[in-house]
């Protein structure tokens, strides 16, 4: 049985929290954070604390709190001897000052209110001690079939990746529905394309899958496309991307 706490009540937190009270082996000793009224969303699960001078003892502390407050938290942890890791695909594992310390950083786009298959989730865990990233890896094993080990080097590169293919892809979603509805058409037009484009990439590589006229290099298209916009920051990115695109074919040449 391993005991954990979790520090911190956003997004993470509350999916984490609903995961591991459903895992086999695992008690959830105590959520602590700053906010009362966050903290009540977690009272049916485990204890709950303000009080950050007052964290139980446990075999592992999960913060997940934002990136730029993981070391004031960790501050807290100091005198623990359980594992202390963070679960942020981007702050360092040593930003932690404790000897026992460690990542558990679930990748994927957590959001509250939307529920999410934890089996398929990639955790990418680091520890200092090799017990300890045995132990975050049993522990991550309850929650998903897709267990790894991976270094702050690679984690930082893996994030930075998910950016491309996550919150940049996600912000044209926003600009396509943006062109959609200047013509009073619903964005729901687009939502079978994008289905099949990001299942496509499940099963052939992203150079395989690319279509469209920055492809074909049909400069006719892609001209009358520019006239169309207005927007100097759309314009700038329907240049840059198609510029990109073109680059790709140019080099299988
Ligand atoms: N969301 C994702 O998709 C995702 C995916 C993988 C990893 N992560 C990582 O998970 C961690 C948490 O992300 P999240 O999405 O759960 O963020 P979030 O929903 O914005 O929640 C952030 C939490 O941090 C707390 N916090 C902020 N500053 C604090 C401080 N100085 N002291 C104590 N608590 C503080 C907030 O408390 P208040 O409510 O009081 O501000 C809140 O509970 C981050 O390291 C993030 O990189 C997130």
């Given at each position: 049985m391993l005991s954990i706490v979790i520090l911190?009540?956003?997004?993470?937190?509350?999916?984490?929290?609903?995961?591991?009270?459903?895992?086999k082996e695992v008690r959830l000793a105590q959520v602590v954070g700053r906010n009362q009224e966050q903290?009540?969303?977690?009272?049916?699960f485990a204890p709950i604390s303000t009080d950050f001078g007052a964290i139980m003892d446990a075999d592992v502390y999960l913060i997940a709190v934002k990136d730029d407050a993981i070391v004031e938290v960790s501050k807290h942890l100091s005198d623990k001897k359980g594992i202390v890791a963070h679960t942020s695909g981007a702050a360092?594992?040593?930003?932690?000052?404790?000897?026992?310390?460690?990542?558990?950083?679930?990748?994927?786009?957590f959001t509250e209110g939307r529920p999410l298959d934890f089996k398929s989730i990639p955790f990418c865990i680091e520890a200092h001690r090799k017990q300890s990233a045995e132990i975050l890896k049993a522990l991550a094993s309850r929650l998903s079939d897709?267990?790894?080990?991976?270094?702050?080097?690679?984690?930082?590169?893996?994030?930075?990746?998910a950016m491309f293919v996550s919150n940049f892809s996600n912000y044209l979603y926003g600009v396509g529905e943006k062109l959609c509805l200047e013509e009073?058409?619903?964005?729901?037009?687009?939502?079978?394309?994008?289905?099949?484009?990001?299942?496509?990439?499940?099963v052939m590589p992203p150079k395989e899958a690319q279509t469209g006229p920055a492809r074909r290099g049909d400069q006719k298209t892609m001209q009358a496309h520019l006239s169309l916009l207005k927007d100097e920051k759309q314009i700038e990115l329907y240049k840059l991307f198609s510029e990109a695109i073109k680059k790709v074919y140019e080099e299988k040449l």
């Amino acid at each position: 049985m391993l005991s954990i706490v979790i520090l911190g009540t956003g997004n993470i937190a509350k999916h984490l929290v609903g995961a591991l009270s459903k895992a086999k082996e695992v008690r959830l000793a105590q959520v602590v954070g700053r906010n009362q009224e966050q903290l009540l969303w977690f009272s049916g699960f485990a204890p709950i604390s303000t009080d950050f001078g007052a964290i139980m003892d446990a075999d592992v502390y999960l913060i997940a709190v934002k990136d730029d407050a993981i070391v004031e938290v960790s501050k807290h942890l100091s005198d623990k001897k359980g594992i202390v890791a963070h679960t942020s695909g981007a702050a360092e594992m040593d930003s932690l000052p404790m000897e026992n310390r460690g990542v558990f950083y679930p990748l994927q786009s957590f959001t509250e209110g939307r529920p999410l298959d934890f089996k398929s989730i990639p955790f990418c865990i680091e520890a200092h001690r090799k017990q300890s990233a045995e132990i975050l890896k049993a522990l991550a094993s309850r929650l998903s079939d897709n267990v790894y080990d991976i270094d702050s080097q690679q984690r930082k590169k893996l994030h930075l990746a998910a950016m491309f293919v996550s919150n940049f892809s996600n912000y044209l979603y926003g600009v396509g529905e943006k062109l959609c509805l200047e013509e009073g058409l619903p964005f729901d037009l687009l939502k079978p394309l994008i289905r099949e484009t990001a299942e496509k990439v499940q099963v052939m590589p992203p150079k395989e899958a690319q279509t469209g006229p920055a492809r074909r290099g049909d400069q006719k298209t892609m001209q009358a496309h520019l006239s169309l916009l207005k927007d100097e920051k759309q314009i700038e990115l329907y240049k840059l991307f198609s510029e990109a695109i073109k680059k790709v074919y140019e080099e299988k040449l």
